[in-house]
């Protein structure tokens, strides 16, 4: 991602009310592929790049996280193709966007559980979190293999382990224990959640974060997401009264 602003900016954003966490559900690849009559494959290289320029708005905004949904646990119910394909295209997307990634100051991170993986991603993977780590401009989030309850019942687990071992007592778990063992604990949760392609569902995506994060959902598809689109999802989320659940007036 080179540096680069935002084509001209809406006169109904108020750049002063934006939120600084930003995810996304990257639905429609397939499906905008199968309508131009291509390859499901191509759907995701297209996709791919939707995503690094959603990066870059993020950065250029000063929207300081973005989480994006690459990869769930249930998509290795996919062909066989597809998910090689998938796996192929991550690896060689890190190796060709770290030293960008680098210089533009962005901290990528990967949530979820990455062990089945193949090595060689694995790898790529860890390598650029150590690169990255101390990047400050942007936090950018990716979960691959990554199931909400999976993470979850994950918590609980460890949680459980200490309590067997005496280090923490059963009254000592609370909200924010939990939080601090899933995936995102180094992040705020969630301001703004933006859902393409129309689903109504979460499809097991950070299902504890998301508890009071706004959500916006569009016809569009992921690869035809722009800055445009972009700026549609973040003007409706500054017309939400963000209650957090408690009484106003």
């Not at 131009?36 to 790049?49: K, Q, S, V, W, Y």
């Amino acid at each position: 991602m080179t540096a680069q602003l935002i084509p001209t900016l809406s006169s109904n954003l108020n750049l002063n009310k934006l939120p600084q966490h930003v995810a996304v559900i990257m639905d429609g690849n397939g499906r905008w592929a199968k309508q131009r009559g291509l390859p499901r494959i191509e759907g995701h290289r297209r996709g791919a790049n939707t995503l690094k320029e959603m990066l870059r708005y993020c950065k250029d905004l000063k929207i300081k996280t973005l989480t994006a949904y690459a990869f769930s646990t249930e998509n290795w119910g996919r062909p066989t193709a597809e998910v090689d394909f998938l796996m192929t295209l991550f690896e060689r997307l890190l190796q060709k966007e770290l030293k960008e990634m680098e210089a533009e100051r962005v901290c990528i991170n990967f949530i979820g559980d990455l062990s089945p993986l193949p090595p060689s991603l694995q790898q790529e993977m860890h390598r650029s979190m150590e690169r990255t780590k101390n990047n400050r401009d942007i936090y950018f989030n990716v979960a691959i293999n990554y199931g909400s309850r999976h993470e979850m019942v994950k918590a609980c687990r460890k949680i459980a382990e200490k309590v067997q071992q005496g280090k923490i007592s059963a009254t000592d778990i609370d909200e924010n224990m939990i939080a601090q063992h899933l995936y995102t604990s180094s992040s705020p949760d969630p301001d703004l959640l933006i859902r393409t392609s129309g689903e109504m569902r979460l499809s097991n995506f950070l299902l504890w974060q998301l508890a009071y994060t706004e959500i916006y959902v569009t016809d569009t598809l992921w690869p035809d997401f722009n800055h445009e689109q972009f700026e549609q999802a973040l003007e409706s989320f500054q017309q939400r009264d963000r209650r957090f659940g408690k009484k106003v007036g």
